[in-house]
C-alpha cells in the first residue's frame, strides 16, 4: 500500500530540515553573500549610485533591499540542488523509490525544505538591513504581499534546481547553475534604475523578470501604488513556477522510468 503524498512529504520533508539542522552553516552561508553585497553596495558604492530617490526614504539600502532578496533566494537553491544531487548519487534516492510512498513525495521534501530555508535566510537579511538603517512604513498586509511574492519566487527557481539535481554528473555542474541567477539581477533595476542603461541593455533589464518583481517589493515597503506592475511580478513568478515543475517532473519522470 503507497503512503499518502501528504503523510510522506511531511516524512521527507522533516529529514531533510533535519540534516539542515545538523549543520546551520548552510543557511548562514547562503545568507552571507547577499550580505556582503548589501554592505559593500550601500557603504562602499552608495554614495555615488544615483538612484533618484525611488526608495521613498532616500535611502539607498532601501532601494538596494528587494534585489537583495531575490539575490538571497538564487544563493539558497543552489544547495536545494546540491542535495538532490547528493540523494541520487548516493543511491538513497533509488532506496526512497522502492519504498511504498508516493514518489513524487522525494521531490516534494526537497521542495519545501528549501522554502523553510531559503525564508530564514531572507529574515537573516531583513534583520541586517535593519541594523543599516532600512525602514518601511509598510503595514502586515503589505508585508504578507512582499512574503507571497518572495515564495512564489522561491518555489520557481527551487523547481528549476530540481532539474540539474536529477541530471547533474558533478558537483561543479549541480552548482554552476545558480551563477547566471544570481547574476540576473545585476542586468534590472535591483541596483540602479533602468533609465540611464544604454538602450539595448535597458530593453533587457525592463523585460526580465527580476525587474518587476524588484519595483513591485520595493513599491510594497515604500507604501507607494503598485499599478499593474504586481500583476506583471505575478505572472511571471507563476510563468516561472509552472514551466519549472513541468520541466522537472518530466526529467523525474525519465530518471524513474
Known amino acids: 500500500m503507497t503512503t499518502l503524498v501528504p503523510t510522506a512529504t511531511a516524512v521527507l520533508t522533516k529529514r531533510s530540515l533535519r540534516h539542515i539542522l545538523r549543520s546551520p552553516d548552510t543557511i548562514i552561508t547562503t545568507a552571507i553573500t547577499p550580505i556582503a553585497m548589501l554592505?559593500?553596495?550601500v557603504y562602499v558604492f552608495g554614495s555615488a549610485i544615483q538612484f533618484g530617490g525611488r526608495s521613498g526614504g532616500g535611502r539607498?539600502?532601501?532601494?538596494?533591499l528587494p534585489g537583495i532578496l531575490l539575490i538571497t533566494v538564487a544563493s539558497g537553491i543552489a544547495y536545494t540542488a546540491f542535495r538532490l544531487f547528493t540523494d541520487v548519487s548516493g543511491g538513497i534516492f533509488e532506496r526512497f523509490q522502492s519504498m511504498p510512498i508516493a514518489r513524487s513525495s522525494v521531490l516534494w521534501g526537497h521542495v519545501l525544505t528549501s522554502v523553510v530555508a531559503n525564508l530564514v535566510s531572507l529574515v537573516l537579511v531583513v534583520l541586517v538591513a535593519?541594523?543599516?538603517g532600512f525602514r518601511t512604513g509598510a503595514?502586515?498586509?503589505a508585508w504578507l504581499e512582499v512574503l507571497g511574492i518572495l515564495v512564489l519566487f522561491t518555489l520557481a527557481l527551487t523547481w528549476l534546481a530540481v532539474i540539474p539535481g536529477l541530471t547533474a554528473k558533478s558537483v561543479d555542474g549541480v552548482s554552476g547553475f545558480s551563477y547566471p541567477l544570481i547574476?540576473?539581477?545585476?542586468i534590472?533595476?535591483?541596483f540602479v534604475p533602468t533609465e540611464?542603461?544604454?538602450a539595448p541593455v535597458r530593453?533587457?533589464?525592463?523585460h526580465q523578470p527580476v525587474t518587476s518583481i524588484v519595483n513591485t517589493i520595493r513599491d510594497l515597503f515604500a507604501q507607494r501604488p503598485v499599478g499593474t506592475e504586481i500583476w506583471v511580478a505575478l505572472a511571471w513568478c507563476v510563468g516561472l513556477l509552472l514551466v519549472a515543475y513541468v520541466l522537472a517532473m518530466r526529467t523525474f519522470r525519465s530518471k524513474i522510468a
Open 39 to 41: 554592505l559593500l553596495f
Open 60 to 64: 539607498y539600502v532601501d532601494y538596494l
Open 130 to 132: 535593519l541594523a543599516m
Open 139 to 141: 503595514g502586515a498586509r
Open 183 to 186: 547574476f540576473l539581477p545585476f
Open 188 to 190: 534590472s533595476s535591483a
Open 196 to 198: 540611464g542603461m544604454p
Open 203 to 206: 530593453w533587457f533589464a525592463e
